[in-house]
C-alpha cells in the first residue's frame, strides 16, 4: 500500500472514530438540561429496506444516518488530531 493510500485510510478511520463517538456522547448528554443540545439532530436514509429477490439469493438493503451536533464536532475534531498526527 503506498503512503497516500495509508493516510487516506488512517483519516476514514479518525472520520469513523469521530462519528462514533460523537453520536455516544450525543446520546449520554441527552438528557441534561445545559447539554441537551449536543443530541439536536437529523435522521435519514432508507425507511424501508429495499429487497432484491433472485430466485437464489435474496439481498437486502438498508441505510440509514443519523447525525446530530456532537457527530459534527467528532468529525471536526478527528479531521484536526489527523492534520496534527
Known amino acids: 500500500m503506498a503512503t497516500k493510500e495509508k493516510g487516506t485510510l488512517v483519516l476514514i478511520i479518525f472520520i469513523l472514530c469521530g462519528i462514533v463517538?460523537?453520536?455516544l456522547i450525543g446520546?449520554?448528554?441527552?438528557?441534561?438540561?445545559?447539554?441537551s443540545w449536543l443530541s439536536y439532530g437529523k435522521?435519514?436514509?432508507?425507511?424501508d429496506p429495499i429487497t432484491l429477490d433472485l430466485?437464489?439469493?435474496?439481498?437486502?438493503?438498508?441505510?440509514?444516518?443519523?447525525?446530530?451536533?456532537?457527530?459534527?464536532?467528532?468529525?471536526a475534531i478527528a479531521i484536526f488530531i489527523y492534520r496534527r498526527f
Open 27 to 35: 446520546q449520554l448528554t441527552k438528557d441534561i438540561s445545559w447539554l
Open 43 to 47: 435522521e435519514f436514509g432508507l425507511v
Open 55 to 75: 430466485g437464489v439469493v435474496q439481498l437486502t438493503i438498508g441505510l440509514m444516518f443519523d447525525i446530530n451536533v456532537s457527530s459534527i464536532i467528532g468529525i
Open 21 to 23: 463517538l460523537g453520536g
